[in-house]
């Protein structure tokens, strides 16, 4: 079973810019796992952000994102990565990183999830 861990989160002025990491142990090879982020504002449900191939040539991007937030992997590290730029207050929320290795969507229903990691944007 792959475990999920997730870095990179904290407080940021609006405008401000983030890089969360997630790293994948454990479980099959970690380029047959589909990734994606999510997110869960607070008082809100869970969102889809992005998700990315096993190869990393097919991101899916929500559109309220597109344009800011960026995707990638790094197959020999069991790295994904989160780039977020140009925060703004409503971006706060728990980033939660997930994987599955059938699933590849928007929907939340990849099998494994980290534990999430906070990002605050405010003044």
């Known amino acids: 079973q792959v475990q999920l861990t997730e870095s990179g989160g904290g407080w940021v002025q609006p405008g401000g810019s983030l890089r969360l990491f997630c790293v994948a142990s454990?479980?099959?090879?970690?380029?047959?796992?589909?990734m994606a982020w999510f997110r869960q504002p607070p008082g809100k449900e869970r969102e889809f952000v992005e998700a990315?191939?096993?190869?990393?040539?097919?991101?899916l991007y929500a559109d309220s994102v597109k344009g800011r937030f960026t995707i990638s992997r790094d197959n020999a590290k069991n790295t994904v990565c989160l780039q977020i730029n140009s925060l703004k207050p409503g971006n706060t929320a728990v980033y939660y990183c997930?994987?599955?290795?059938?699933?590849?969507?928007?929907?939340?229903?990849?099998?494994?999830w980290g534990q999430g990691t906070q990002i605050t944007v405010s003044s």
């Open positions: 997930t994987a599955d290795d059938h699933c590849f969507g928007v929907s939340d229903e990849y099998d494994y």
């Open positions: 990315i191939s096993w190869t990393g040539d097919v991101p």
């Open positions: 454990g479980g099959r090879t970690f380029s047959s796992y589909y």
